[in-house]
């Protein structure tokens, strides 16, 4: 085990006796609750989002055309993973290796994303990922505010279905359409936010993009996926 827990750090770059920056075990805050998002919207079945099933909700995504992005996309990327996973992790939006794939998070940022995960001990296939947007916007450009608010009704409904004990969300992008906040990242780190009605816990830490960047980073980001893991335990 010791040994496994080696080779994951250093596939993050990271030293096993590295001391860690800054105080340890940093208080859990009070996050701010996200309202519900929507979930009223309905597609051409009539049925809003918020009564489908997996196999529906899917099934609507793949035809959605409630923003722009309908017209560029290859594919829609609907998210992967284990249906009723206790770990959701949210990403901004497909790239585009995903949007060739129908996949989220294939490309190199997904490779250092399965590293992270597997350093608290998880794979990929026991967790469920997914993006913000379903659908690629060209060049990789953020979201519009149009288009996180057409899609998110559907991450709403993946979430209810899921019933995850833990939201890690990567990168700021996502933070802010998540948490419904413009605060910078470092700020919304090493805090248990809430998301919705069922105040699903949330953790936000660093995009494997920017950590892909920015290695000097993976450190913070390996104290953030601890601190989720603790969460996810309950405390
Ligand atoms: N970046 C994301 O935020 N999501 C993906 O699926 C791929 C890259």
Redesign the pocket.
Known sequence: MKAQRREYLQALDLQPWMRRQGPAGAPQLPGGAAQGLGGALQGPGGAADAELDWPELRARVAVCTRCGLSATRTQT?FGVGHPQAQWLIV?????A??DRQG?????R??QL?NSMLRAVGLAREEVF?A??LKCRPPG?RDPTPTEAGACLPYLERQIALIGPKIILV??R??AHNLLATDAPLGSLRQRTHVFGAGRVPVVVTY???YLLRTPTEKRKAWDDLKYARRVAAGG
């Open positions: 990327v990403g901004e939006a497909p790239g290796e995903e996949e989220p998070f294939v490309g940022a997904g994303l990922i993006n913000v990789n990567v990168g992008i996502a995009h494997p993009a």
